[in-house]
């Protein structure tokens, strides 16, 4: 396979302009370029078009999707995990349009469930069980109770964005010394995307937080989907920065 960008353009139903953007910043770029400067795209090419396709349509950022596509972290696991949580939107829409069409027919009975939102809030939030038996009582549960409460689906939406993009960050870094300065600043980043969304993450909960992920086998399950040892490498990165806040008091 070897298609201009033109072609490239009307195959997958996007711009020309949309594609000289991907090449821009380094998102998607053709693998062949002629001494005349025509961008020749190969099958391997257009594979990764339709991943990046995949993820722009799940809302993930095209910085995101840049960290995806182009590290060693496993994309079909993502896909996957995403592809769930859509085939539960999915259901909910068709339960809808189901009810849209009873009560046009007059045939309405009053029922509600259509619009419940439970399974996925019960997947986004998967552990709420294990924050309650470890902070129940705490000040930080009962403000991470009150702040979920008044999310909407755009602010999960957001949320779970934001989660994939920092899990990404450490998913690529994994095997970097845990004392780099973008180590670091990733689990600062993690550190305040908790105390932004849900509580106030201290230095001792982000320490318990990192031995959860790797003692509770669904923690580490779910972010060794992005690449194996990720549940590990987040724990010990959380270790180092607690031991050089405690040096630096």
Same mark, same amino acid.
């Given at each position: 396979?070897?298609?201009?960008?033109? &072609?490239?353009?009307?195959?997958?139903?996007?711009?020309?302009?949309?594609?000289?953007?991907?090449?821009? *910043?380094?998102?998607?770029?053709?693998?062949? *370029?002629?001494?005349? /400067?025509?961008?020749?795209?190969?099958?391997?090419?257009?594979?990764?078009?339709?991943?990046?396709?995949?993820? !722009?349509?799940?809302?993930?950022?095209?910085?995101?999707?840049?960290?995806?596509?182009?590290? @060693?972290?496993? /994309?079909?696991?993502?896909?996957?995990?995403?592809?769930?949580?859509?085939?539960? !939107?999915?259901?909910?829409?068709? !339960? *809808?349009? /189901?009810?849209?069409?009873?009560?046009?027919?007059?045939?309405?009975?009053?029922?509600f469930t259509e619009f419940d939102m439970s399974e996925i809030k019960k997947t986004i939030t998967m552990y709420d069980k294990e924050a309650r038996e470890n902070?129940?009582?705490?000040?930080?549960?009962?403000?991470?109770?009150?702040?979920?409460?008044?999310?909407?689906?755009?602010?999960?939406? !957001?949320?779970?964005?934001?989660?994939?993009? *920092?899990?990404?960050?450490?998913?690529?870094?994994?095997?970097?010394?845990?004392?780099?300065?973008?180590?670091?600043?990733?689990?600062?980043?993690?550190?305040?995307?908790? @105390?932004?969304?849900?509580?106030?993450?201290?230095?001792?909960?982000?320490?318990?937080?990192?031995?959860?992920?790797? @003692?509770?086998e669904r923690f580490l399950a779910t972010l060794d989907r992005y690449k194996e040892g990720t549940a590990k490498y987040i724990n010990e990165t959380i270790i180092?920065?607690?031991?050089?806040?405690?040096? &630096?008091?």
């Amino acid at each position: 396979m070897r298609l201009l960008i033109h &072609q490239v353009a009307l195959l997958a139903g996007v711009s020309v302009r949309t594609l000289h953007y991907y090449d821009e *910043i380094g998102l998607l770029r053709a693998s062949e *370029i002629s001494i005349s /400067g025509y961008r020749y795209y190969s099958r391997s090419d257009m594979e990764k078009l339709k991943l990046i396709l995949y993820y !722009k349509e799940m809302d993930f950022s095209l910085k995101s999707i840049k960290q995806i596509v182009g590290s @060693s972290i496993d /994309g079909k696991e993502i896909l996957k995990r995403q592809r769930h949580l859509l085939a539960l !939107k999915r259901d909910r829409l068709n !339960k *809808i349009l /189901g009810a849209i069409d009873s009560f046009l027919q007059g045939e309405d009975d009053m029922s509600f469930t259509e619009f419940d939102m439970s399974e996925i809030k019960k997947t986004i939030t998967m552990y709420d069980k294990e924050a309650r038996e470890n902070w129940g009582d705490s000040d930080e549960y009962s403000e991470s109770n009150r702040r979920v409460k008044n999310y909407m689906k755009d602010d999960w939406s !957001k949320i779970k964005e934001e989660d994939n993009a *920092i899990i990404s960050t450490f998913a690529s870094l994994v095997g970097t010394p845990v004392g780099s300065e973008k180590v670091r600043e990733t689990i600062r980043r993690w550190q305040h995307h908790i @105390s932004r969304y849900y509580y106030n993450c201290s230095d001792e909960i982000l320490l318990s937080l990192g031995e959860m992920y790797v @003692s509770d086998e669904r923690f580490l399950a779910t972010l060794d989907r992005y690449k194996e040892g990720t549940a590990k490498y987040i724990n010990e990165t959380i270790i180092e920065h607690i031991k050089r806040v405690k040096i &630096q008091e």
